[in-house]
Structure formats: structure tokens, C-alpha cells
């Protein structure tokens, strides 16, 4: 028989206990360094986010204080620019032949040739030939200063631009050809059919004011439709759009629309350099905004 013998109790050393406090210690202090150091993100965190708001305001302000810089730019400028009226106040109602040259009789250098109602076209023979038809512009300046006025015809052969000096309160009327070859006027005529928008821009009429700080002025002229219509029992067979009498000169009234777009303007702080005015340089090559009318 065997008695059972308890083992006999060990008692940790002192280095044991030390080294026991110690790491207790040491992982206390490390938890408390995470707390601390998580109270001071946090604090960071905070301060980082006071700083940002108070930069989105500055900012704010900042953007505001310049559009209100701009706009009294805009405003002094828009004082000073005379005020121009453009409107459409004849559309004629012959076409004529430009590559046609006769004598009338009346004017001192040769006539383009007036398109009769008897007068025919026929595609695709007479694709290239050149129709022209003009409409008149009244330009009146309303103050408060002169106004040197550029005239571009869109659709002109012989004449690009013309310069138009207007004093206040006086007009100016100015005659605008149009061009195209009986191909193109066919396709406008058949788009206008379709419901196809067929509107161009005949004419710009536009104001450069005598500055640096300054702006330039748009006045766009649209025209729509076509002189020319289909014989209605003739495939290819096209001729003037005429009102009434079968023969002499035909008469084009109500096959062109036209009319004057709302004016534009592009401000610029500098013009030389053509710096916009409180933003980037503008696409030119787009349609430019509208700002009044």
C-alpha cells in the first residue's frame, strides 16, 4: 500500500513577482498610451476638420467677393456700351444670277441677272449654278457714345466685312447677300420638308468696345427656307418659288424666314491678351451665350 505524497508548494522567487508586476505594468501603461494616443487622433481629427470648414468658408467668401468684383465690372461696362438695335426690314422678293452679268440701262456698272418665273433648273445640270437672294439690316445706335460697327455677311462672294461708323442716335441700313449653288438651296428646301431645322446664320453684326477692360458685342441674323421649290409634274425640274403671274419676275415672298437672335456678350479684362473675365478664355468656335436682348 502506497500513501500519497503532496508536492511540495514552490513560492515565486522575488525576481518572479518583480518580473510579473512588471509586465502588468508595462501592458497597463501600453493600453493607456493606445487611449492617449486615440484621444489625440481624435483631437487631431477634429481640429483637422474645424480647419477645413473654416478654409470652405474663406473660400466661400472669397468667391463670392470676386463674382460681386465681376459683376461690377460687367455693370460699368455694360453703362458704357452704346446700345445697338439690329432688326430685319426688307426681305427681297427677286433672286438673281451673280455669275449673269448684264447692262440695265440704269446703273453705272453691269447687274446681276434677275431670275424670272418662266426660268428653269434642272438637276443635276444646273447643281453648280449660283442663285442669290439679299435681305436689308437696320443697325440703329441708341447712345450713349459712337459705335464702330462690323458687318460680316455670311454667305457674300464679293464682300466679307464692311465697317460701319454710327454716331449716337443715328442708324444705319445695310443690304446682305446671299449665296448658293441651286444644289444647296434644293438641300434646303427638302430639309425644311423633312422638318429639319434649316436656319443659318446669314449675317453677324459686332461691337468691339474701345478698351482694354472691355467687351464685344454679337448680333446674329438667321435665315431659313429656300427660294426655289420642285415642279410639282417634272422630276428634277426646280424654279423659283413664285406668287400669281406665270411670267416676268418671280416672287419670293414667305419662302424665307428670317430674324435676329438675342445679342451676346463676351467680357475680358484684358483685351490685348484676350483674358476673360472672371473665368477661362471662352471656346470661340461655339455659340456664344446669351446675356440680354
Do not use: C
Request: proline letters at 7%; aromatic letters at 8%; hydrophobic letters at 40%.
Amino acid at each position: 500500500m502506497f500513501l500519497a505524497v503532496p508536492a511540495p508548494t514552490i513560492e515565486p522567487t522575488f525576481v518572479e513577482t518583480l518580473t510579473a508586476w512588471s509586465t502588468l505594468a508595462a501592458a497597463v501603461a501600453t493600453t493607456a498610451s493606445v487611449v492617449f494616443i486615440a484621444w489625440q487622433i481624435g483631437l487631431t481629427r477634429k481640429s483637422v476638420q474645424a480647419t477645413e470648414k473654416t478654409l470652405e468658408v474663406a473660400r466661400e467668401e472669397f468667391e463670392n467677393g470676386r463674382l460681386l468684383e465681376v459683376e461690377a465690372q460687367r455693370a460699368r461696362i455694360d453703362a458704357e456700351m452704346p446700345r445697338l438695335f439690329v432688326g430685319v426690314t426688307y426681305e427681297s422678293t427677286q433672286a438673281w444670277l451673280p455669275d449673269s452679268m448684264i447692262d440695265d440701262g440704269l446703273s453705272r456698272e453691269p447687274q446681276a441677272e434677275e431670275i424670272t418665273a418662266e426660268k428653269e433648273f434642272s438637276l443635276p445640270r444646273d447643281a453648280g449654278v449660283r442663285v442669290q437672294v439679299g435681305l436689308g439690316l437696320t443697325v440703329t445706335n441708341d447712345g450713349p457714345r459712337r459705335a464702330m460697327v462690323y458687318v460680316d455677311p455670311s454667305f457674300d462672294p464679293v464682300e466679307s466685312r464692311r465697317t460701319v461708323i454710327i454716331e449716337a442716335g443715328k442708324g444705319t441700313f445695310e443690304w446682305i447677300r446671299r449665296t448658293h449653288t441651286v444644289g444647296e438651296w434644293v438641300k434646303y428646301y427638302e430639309d425644311r420638308e423633312r422638318g429639319e431645322t434649316t436656319d443659318v446664320a446669314v449675317s453677324w453684326v459686332n461691337y468691339v468696345f474701345p478698351g482694354d477692360v472691355g467687351a464685344i458685342e454679337h448680333h446674329k441674323v438667321l435665315q431659313g427656307g429656300s427660294p426655289l421649290e420642285p415642279d410639282p409634274e417634272r422630276m428634277g425640274v426646280w424654279r423659283l418659288a413664285k406668287v400669281g403671274q406665270p411670267f416676268g419676275p418671280a416672287k419670293i415672298l414667305g419662302t424665307l424666314g428670317t430674324g435676329v437672335m438675342p445679342f451676346t456678350r463676351e467680357y475680358y479684362a484684358s483685351m490685348t491678351h484676350m483674358r476673360p473675365l472672371g473665368g477661362s478664355l471662352p471656346d470661340l468656335s461655339a455659340e456664344p451665350k446669351t446675356e440680354g436682348g
